[in-house]
């Protein structure tokens, strides 16, 4: 359950009036990397979380409430940045306060063009956010990624987090109002700690990688191919030891074509590079398969169900991925 706190969680303030910045800002409201769509992320991600990894789901449902408090931040400045348009834009006869600001039409058609990215919003918000981005495109659903696998949606977090922080960055540099510059230091700040919040839960998850269950097929895991001429870039991606244990290494396919027609079409590939037997591979699959379906099916049980325990002492046990680790 939710419940609301009037106070906000970071004392917002602004030094005065700037319409044109709370355009701007207006993007981390119902933008594709701003609050609503974070908050939505981690609050859809948490409902499968929620059984088999109650430490999981506890991080997922506290960042996503976190989220809703920035939420409440952004919407708050945008409100406090836009000051007197409500009241004056009801003000229907008398000059009004965008009047007033851009004193004369070609101030105004000036303002228009070179700041108000979306002047469609001063009339349509009446003083408040709207719940779109800064060029006025509504939010969208599918700003939300979830997927139903920890080890996926931690990592969608981690670059969720990511465009934010960056997002934020930006937008710093284009307001000079200390009040305001200190609000997006602490909301940029906060993604940097979820980032590294998300980064951890996932390190806490053993395997974690290939993302899933299925191993990939060690004929084609170790395969760099040079896809451009003449001359591919060489680094620690196509080149020496990859990212597996000692002995293993990229296998550099200098002529791809080439390759193609030799192996008939890769299907007669040999591994190369890889140490793992294709046996071995189903091996991890099946013992993977039946560890992570039994953790799930042990943890959320059939026939009537209750979500909450009320009054309950509430389980403190590590996630089951945890457990496995130790
Ligand atoms: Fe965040």
């Not at 419940?3 to 207006?26: C, I, W």
């Not at 049980?301 to 979500?307: E, H, I, R, T």
Request: proline share 6%.
């Amino acid at each position: 359950m939710f419940y609301h706190v009037k106070e906000l969680q970071f004392n917002a303030r602004v030094s005065a009036p700037d319409p044109k910045f709370a355009t701007l800002l207006l993007d981390q409201f119902g933008g594709p990397n701003g609050e609503l769509k974070a908050a939505m992320q981690y609050f859809v991600q948490a409902f499968v979380a929620r059984k088999p990894y109650p430490a999981k789901y506890d991080l997922l449902m506290d960042t996503a409430t976190e989220e809703l408090s920035h939420l409440e931040m952004v919407g708050a400045t945008i409100t406090m940045l836009l000051d007197g348009l409500g009241g004056e834009m009801k003000n229907a006869v008398e000059p009004t306060y965008l009047s007033k600001l851009m004193e004369g039409k070609a101030a105004k058609e000036d303002i228009i063009q070179e700041g108000l990215v979306s002047p469609g919003f001063l009339v349509e918000s009446g003083g408040g956010p709207t719940m779109t981005d800064s060029n006025g495109y509504p939010w969208q659903g599918y700003y939300v990624t979830a997927n139903g696998d920890l080890t996926v949606d931690l990592r969608s977090n981690i670059a969720a987090e990511s465009r934010a922080k960056i997002v934020y960055e930006y937008l710093l540099q284009f307001t000079d109002d200390p009040d305001v510059k200190n609000t997006l230091r602490f909301l940029m700040t906060r993604e940097i700690t979820h980032f590294q919040q998300f980064t951890a839960a996932l390190a806490d998850i053993q395997p974690n990688f290939p993302p899933g269950i299925r191993q990939g097929d060690p004929r084609y895991t170790h395969l760099a191919f040079n896809n451009s001429g003449p001359e591919s870039q060489r680094g620690p991606w196509n080149q020496g030891q990859g990212p597996w244990q000692k002995g293993e290494e990229w296998v550099y396919v200098e002529e791809p074509l080439q390759y193609s027609e030799e192996t008939n079409g890769l299907l007669d590939q040999k591994i190369e590079g890889s140490k793992k037997t294709q046996e071995e591979v189903k091996k991890a699959n099946k013992d993977l398969s039946e560890s992570r379906s039994s953790e799930i099916k042990a943890a959320v049980g059939s026939g009537a169900m209750q979500w909450s325990s009320y009054g309950e002492k509430s389980q403190k046990s590590p996630d089951k991925t945890t457990d496995d680790k130790k």
